[in-house]
C-alpha cells in the first residue's frame, strides 16, 4: 500500500519541548496538506504545499509553527515550545492536479499529546 | 464555518442499506459535494464525491437532489466495519485557484448494528 505515511503515530512530549512530524504523501501527488483534529471535531486546515512552495497558510498556524516541503516530496511540520492546546491530532494529506477534482488521500496521522 | 449540516448520530441493522443525508442550500454553482469518514484512531478516508449527477462507485452512491441543496450518501449493505463518522463537505474546483481547504463540520456518527 502506497498511500500516505505519517511518523510518528504517536508523540508525547512535556509543555515547552519542540516536535517535529514527517509526511510521506503518495509518491505522484504534488499537492500536500496538514490538517488538525480535536477530539469530536473536524478536521482544521493548516497549510498547503504545491510541489515545494507553500501557497496558503491557516490563521491557526502561529509563528511556532513552521511546515517544510524541501524537495517536493516528503514535508515536515515542527511545533515550538509546545503548549497543552496543542495537543491534537496531526493529519497530512495529498493530491494531484494530473486529475480534476482530485480527492484528498489522508495518513493515519500523529497524536501529539503535550503534559 | 462548515457550509453542510448532518444529523449528529444514525444508527443502521447490518445488511441494511445505509442513508446518511446532507444539507448544503448555499452551494454554489461550481461546488463539488465530497464525503469522507473517518474510523476511530484512523485518518479521514475518502468515499465519492459529484457535482449534480448521481455517483456510483464501489464502496457507495451519492444522490444529489435536482436543486443541489441536499444530497444522500447510500451504503447499500452496511456491514459493522462502516462505524464512523461521515463527513459531507462542498468544495469548489481546485481549478477556481481559491480556496483549496476542505471545511468540515461535525459530520454524521453512524452505528452499523449486528
Known amino acids: 500500500d502506497t498511500g500516505v505515511s505519517q511518523d510518528p503515530r504517536h508523540k508525547i512530549t512535556k509543555r515547552g519541548q519542540n516536535v517535529t512530524f514527517r509526511c510521506d504523501p503518495i509518491?505522484?501527488?504534488?499537492?500536500l496538506y496538514w490538517y488538525r483534529q480535536t477530539l469530536g471535531q473536524g478536521p482544521e486546515f493548516l497549510t498547503y504545499?504545491?510541489?515545494?512552495?507553500?501557497?496558503?497558510k491557516s490563521r491557526l498556524l502561529s509563528d511556532r509553527f513552521s511546515a517544510e516541503r524541501p524537495k517536493g516530496s516528503f514535508s515536515t511540520l515542527e511545533i515550538q515550545r509546545t503548549e497543552q492546546g496543542d495537543s491534537a491530532m496531526y493529519l497530512c494529506?495529498?493530491?494531484?492536479?494530473?486529475?480534476?477534482?482530485?480527492?484528498?488521500?489522508f495518513g493515519n496521522g500523529t497524536r501529539l499529546t503535550v503534559t | 464555518d462548515a457550509k453542510t449540516t448532518q444529523p449528529t448520530s444514525m444508527d443502521c441493522a447490518e445488511g441494511r442499506a445505509a442513508n446518511l443525508p446532507c444539507n448544503h442550500s448555499?452551494?454554489?454553482?461550481?461546488?463539488?459535494v465530497y464525503w469522507y469518514r473517518q474510523i476511530h484512531s484512523q485518518g479521514p478516508q475518502y468515499i465519492i464525491h459529484?457535482?449534480?449527477?448521481?455517483e456510483t462507485n464501489e464502496m457507495a452512491s451519492l444522490i444529489i437532489t435536482e436543486d443541489r441543496k441536499s444530497s444522500t450518501l447510500i451504503l447499500p449493505h452496511a456491514t459493522l466495519r462502516d462505524t464512523a463518522v461521515y463527513y459531507c463537505?462542498?468544495?469548489?474546483?481546485?481549478?477556481?485557484?481559491?480556496?483549496?481547504?476542505?471545511?468540515w463540520g461535525l459530520g454524521t456518527s453512524l452505528a452499523v448494528n449486528p
Open positions: 463537505i462542498v468544495r469548489p474546483p481546485l481549478e477556481a485557484g481559491n480556496n483549496r481547504k476542505l471545511i
Open positions: 504545499f504545491q510541489n515545494e512552495a507553500q501557497l496558503e
Open positions: 448555499t452551494i454554489s454553482g461550481n461546488e463539488y
Open positions: 509518491s505522484e501527488h504534488n499537492r
Open positions: 459529484g457535482l449534480k449527477n448521481n
Open positions: 494529506a495529498s493530491s494531484t492536479n494530473r486529475v480534476p477534482n482530485s480527492p484528498l488521500h
